[in-house]
């Protein structure tokens, strides 16, 4: 089983800054995509950004400039470096991977986290 396990969440100032880590561990043969969704009190799940395997990148526009997505293929690890983090970035950030499981495997395996919180102040 693939598992998912996030890290880097908290409180912070409007300002500052977070960096949040996703490590996916267990049966994995390749990781097509990773990427961070996020949840507000009260709105629907958005996506932040995400990471191809070939190094492509995506960011919503409300982060355009702020986050950075990055990914260390070695350790299966995906990072979101928050600057600049506005009270609007206060939710539930989770981690989300597209993951082949064995080089016979036809279809990935949607595999999500268990979730971080991020709150911040103004």
Known sequence: QVQ???S???LVQAGGTLRLSCAASGSIFSINVMGWYRQAPGK???LVAHI???GNTYYADSVKGRFTISRDNAKNT???QMNSLKPGDTAVYTCNAQI???????TPSIVWGQGTQVTVSS
């Open 4 to 6: 998912l396990v996030e």
């Open 8 to 10: 880097g969440g908290g």
């Open 44 to 46: 629907q799940r958005e």
């Open 52 to 54: 191809l395997s070939g």
């Open 78 to 80: 995906v990072y979101l």
């Open 100 to 106: 082949l499981p064995g080089p016979i495997a036809t």
